[in-house]
């Protein structure tokens, strides 16, 4: 057999004692055959895995075996457990005679840990869009975890202009090995495959893994449903996910905890949507619980959309209905919820935003109860937007800035920080990055800021 890692290895869903491992076996990772996906045969083929301290595999040896499944599209999802916490691990997988890249994760940091936490946030890499330099500039800084609030492909047809072309499958995606097709396409990349090697990542999705704009159940009809399902089940064999799909549905709201500093709690804003709720009533009492109730020191909200209330000034509608201002009864609820440390992470713009969370976000006097930060794009082009108007006509936001990258972020007991880090341009590769602005929290709203609009 050929090699069959062509899609790279990655890891995820960290905890203090164990991680998930992934990878799949792909000789032809765009093979359109939908019977044999990665031009596989047509069986299930053994994969040995391995996970040590050292990158030479030489202290703390793990080792096992696993098969992978056609059903699957061959990706193996190995779940390992009794690691040590907060610990740097380095992994790989042989299979056929072939030995995969190493890859490096790390575990979560013991519950009663007060050491900080480094980690980085990134969304929206369409391929066609432009080239993810990001991504190889996010892996040299290795991060503790990487979080990723959605966008990690996109279903439609490709672009009108391109920057690199999407090859098999152009159309808009809806069938199962049209899914699949386009993660391997977006997993052959360099750079991508770098970052997920670099540090363990936990996801989330937002809705171009399905369709765009979609909630929930769609217009209910069974195709849609068939989609969805094979939308879901094409995410699950391409992340480092510890469940799996259950009767076209995938559980994926939860928590990851870093000791005592940080608790990011990993929203869900697709799957139960309807036009009354983001999260439909169970995500949301399990949120406002945890938001009340966590004894650590930032209450982390990981999820795809604008939080903060955004006024667009122009045409209506000026406030964006697939936002958090769809549902701002049930944002209130949130911000109502007095959880201290409060911070928000999201994506979904394609602009880097950054501002303070306010118990009344139309009276400039309200108290501030929290901090939004909205990450940019990793290469999808960002939308035509007046930064200043926006930020005149919101007080609460205080940044904005064009550019593509990520976020680079540190958490500590003491305060938590963030770096936006941009790249000036995607049509080429090589492009360096700089920090456009940096900002501080120490848990009720922005304290500081290094940095200008642009």
Wanted: charged share 25%; glycine share 8%; aromatic share 10%.
């Amino acid at each position: 057999m050929a090699n069959p890692f062509t899609l790279g290895v990655a890891s995820g869903e960290p905890m203090p004692d164990g991680v998930v491992l992934w990878t799949r076996l792909a000789v032809n990772p765009l093979s359109s055959d939908p019977a044999r996906p990665g031009g596989m045969p047509d069986r299930a083929v053994e994969v040995r895995w391995q996970l040590a301290e050292d990158e030479r595999f030489t202290q703390g040896l793990r080792q096992g075996t696993v098969q992978a499944q056609q059903s699957s599209a061959h990706s193996v999802h190995v779940r390992v457990a009794g690691l040590k916490p907060g610990t740097d691990y380095f992994y790989r997988f042989r299979a056929s005679g072939e030995l995969s890249p190493v890859g490096r994760t790390r575990t979560a940091d013991d519950p009663a840990s007060a050491r900080p936490v480094r980690f980085a946030v990134a969304n929206c890499q369409r391929f066609e869009h432009g080239f993810y330099t990001a991504y190889r500039h996010l892996a040299a800084e290795r991060p503790d975890v990487v979080f990723h609030v959605g966008d990690y492909i996109y279903e439609s047809r490709q672009a009108a202009t391109v920057v690199r072309p999407l090859g098999p499958v152009p159309g808009e995606i809806t069938k199962l090995h049209e899914y699949r097709l386009r993660y391997a396409r977006y997993k052959t990349d360099a750079d991508l495959q770098a970052a997920h090697a670099a540090a363990p990542w936990v996801t989330t999705w937002d809705d171009h893994e399905v369709a765009d704009n979609y909630r929930g159940r769609g217009d209910g009809s069974a195709a849609f449903l068939r989609r969805r399902a094979v939308a879901y089940q094409a995410y699950y064999e391409h992340q480092p996910l510890r469940v799996r799909p259950q009767g076209g549905n995938l559980q994926m709201y939860r928590r990851r905890t870093y000791g005592l500093v940080a608790d990011f709690m990993v929203l869900d804003v697709r799957q139960h949507r309807d036009a009354t709720t983001m999260l439909g009533a169970a995500q949301e009492e399990w949120l406002l619980s945890r938001l009340r109730t966590s004894p650590v020191r930032w209450r982390v909200l990981v999820q795809p959309l604008f939080f903060a209330r955004r006024f667009v000034p122009g045409p209506a509608p000026n406030l964006r209905p697939d936002s958090w201002d769809g549902h701002q009864a049930e944002r209130a609820r949130i911000l109502a919820a007095n959880g201290p440390g409060l911070v928000v992470f999201s994506g979904d713009v394609h602009n880097f935003w950054a501002g303070d969370l306010k118990a009344d976000f139309l009276d400039p006097a309200s108290a501030a109860v929290g901090a939004e930060f909205v990450g940019s794009s990793i290469s999808s082009r960002p939308p035509q937007t007046d930064g200043p108007a926006v930020l005149a006509a919101n007080p609460h936001l205080k940044f904005f800035d064009g550019r593509r990258g990520y976020m680079s972020c540190v958490a500590s007991p003491e305060e938590l920080r963030v770096a936006f880090r941009a790249v000036d341009f995607v049509d080429r590769r090589g492009a360096p990055v700089r920090t456009v602005a940096e900002f501080l929290t120490k848990g009720n709203g922005l304290t500081s800021e290094n940095g200008s609009s642009k």
